[in-house]
């Protein structure tokens, strides 16, 4: 989409919302991502610096013939999109540079951050005090609120449970405050549901509004923290995976527990698992209980009979080529300290220069009934797709609760043209085996939205578009991944 008299005067207006004219540019050159989806058209984007400029730049872009805003935090959404937008044509607006932790309560256990407050930041706060953060094993220089709104998933657990609140800017400018906020008649305990029909989740994947601000819940810091690593081999997994599950239910687990397959310890940067998989189960309270599962831990596995090894973190901690080890021992406890040494091993490069020259890199992320006979049934599926595509797909399994795994499907491939052809057609052939299984993704990449229409109940598709139309009937926000 080529510069307009229209879009020249509509940037122009957005100049003065913004203050900086600097910081509104064209159409920036064809953008890279690493998961190498086909670049969008972006006529211009828009960078503000301050929260209290968005509702200026909506209102300008509410304009006839105005082209849809997509707001993206710190764009490092890899693997699923980046900073791309879903469709052509969307102006980006990029809120990096909104990155004020606005207050934070270690007491209560709560932070008010904006879009651009990465992991790292926040966790660097929180040093020496008795709250974490609920930290990914993604890069420590990804947003915090970015991936809370996308669902996404920490050590601790879902990042849906880490956000009570939203400040979020409408498409007709007005900006709202939902859930709970500290000190506006929500109360000193925090709430996200409130009083009658609860609007948070609306704001979560979905283009509703662009959120400016986000109330996130931080987590007591154990007194001891400490990492079971368990080995074990392919002919084991289904009887292991059954183990872990009454292990989590009966609460000698805290937190995600994770397997991490050969393929995918490899591609993170590990040289060898000792054994076809790595189990990573975290415990933490007083010193005396953490002892007490210890020692559960070590009886339950021996009498399994089903382990290679079973390692405790603070009697060995992980060898200096584990970096998988290392950097789950140390999320665990709401560090990304190692965070960055991983995604160099995975993609080859820092995170400032990913999407420009990393190895290619693709995620697909379903749901899975936590059972021994549903894990091996999907891991049997990444066989079929290594078998038809070439591309062998890592896997590593977050058991999120007793009852549900997430099951993290990532693609590596080198950036030809070939090799990135066969790893998108190995994208596609997961969508569909998995879907044929109903073993349903619950995030999407942005050449997948169409399945959002595939996966949704008719009747609850046509309530959600209903309310966009109320929302925002002139379509100032541009469609997402969920639209």
């Not at 076809?276 to 005396?288: E, N």
């Not at 936590?370 to 896997?395: F, M």
Request: hydrophobic share 40%; net charge negative; glycine share 10%.
């Amino acid at each position: 989409m080529p510069e307009t008299p229209v879009l020249t005067a509509l940037l122009e207006a957005a100049g003065h919302a913004v203050e900086d004219r600097s910081r509104i540019s064209g159409s920036p050159p064809g953008g890279a991502n690493v998961s190498m989806f086909a670049a969008r058209r972006v006529p211009a984007v828009i960078r503000p610096s301050a929260a209290d400029q968005l509702p200026g730049i909506v209102r300008t872009f509410q304009a006839p013939d105005a082209p849809p805003l997509y707001a993206v935090s710190t764009g490092r959404n890899w693997g699923l999109g980046s900073r791309e937008p879903a469709r052509h044509d969307a102006v980006r607006v990029e809120l990096d540079d909104l990155d004020r932790i606005r207050a934070l309560d270690t007491e209560r256990g709560w932070a008010v951050i904006e879009p651009g407050v990465t992991q790292h930041r926040l966790t660097v706060e929180l040093e020496g005090t008795g709250r974490m953060l609920n930290v990914t094993a993604s890069s420590g220089h990804s947003s915090v609120l970015g991936n809370a709104l996308d669902r996404g998933v920490g050590l601790r657990r879902q990042r849906t449970e880490d956000l009570v609140g939203l400040e979020v800017v409408l498409p007709d400018g007005e900006t709202v405050r939902i859930g709970w906020w500290p000190g506006e008649r929500g109360g000193t305990a925090p709430n996200p549901y409130g009083l009658g029909p609860s609007l948070l989740h609306l704001f979560t994947q979905s283009n509703y509004g662009i959120a400016t601000a986000g109330v996130i819940r931080l987590l007591p810091r154990p007194e001891t923290q400490r990492v079971i690593r368990l080995s074990f081999e392919r002919p084991q997994l289904s009887s292991v995976v059954d183990e872990f599950r009454r292990w989590q239910a009966q609460g000698l687990v805290h937190g995600v527990l994770k397997i991490y397959d050969t393929a995918s310890a490899r591609s993170y940067g590990t040289a060898d698992t000792g054994g076809a998989y790595l189990a990573h189960i975290s415990l933490g309270g007083t010193a005396s209980v953490v002892e007490a599962l210890t020692q559960s831990v070590h009886e339950h596995a021996a009498s399994s009979g089903l382990f290679t090894s079973v390692v405790r973190s603070d009697r060995e901690p992980p060898a200096q080529d584990d970096i998988v080890s290392r950097v789950v021992e140390h999320a665990y406890a709401g560090s990304v300290a190692h965070h960055e040494e991983m995604l160099r091993s995975a993609v080859g490069q820092d995170a400032g220069q990913v999407d420009q020259d990393g190895g290619g890199w693709i995620f697909f992320l379903p749901l899975v009934p936590y059972t021994g006979h549903d894990v091996t049934t999907a891991l049997r599926l990444l066989d079929e797709v290594h078998t038809r595509t070439g591309i062998r797909p890592g896997a590593t399994v977050n058991a999120l609760d007793p009852d549900v795994i997430d099951l993290v499907v990532s693609l590596r491939f080198t950036r030809t043209d070939e090799e990135t052809a066969r790893a998108h057609d190995a994208l596609d052939l997961l969508y569909e085996l998995f879907g044929a299984a109903e073993y349903l993704p619950y995030r999407l990449d942005i050449d997948h939205g169409a399945w959002m229409d595939r996966l949704t109940d008719p009747h609850a598709l046509a309530l959600v578009r209903r309310l966009r139309d109320a929302i925002d009937p002139n379509r100032v926000i541009a469609p997402g991944r969920y639209a």
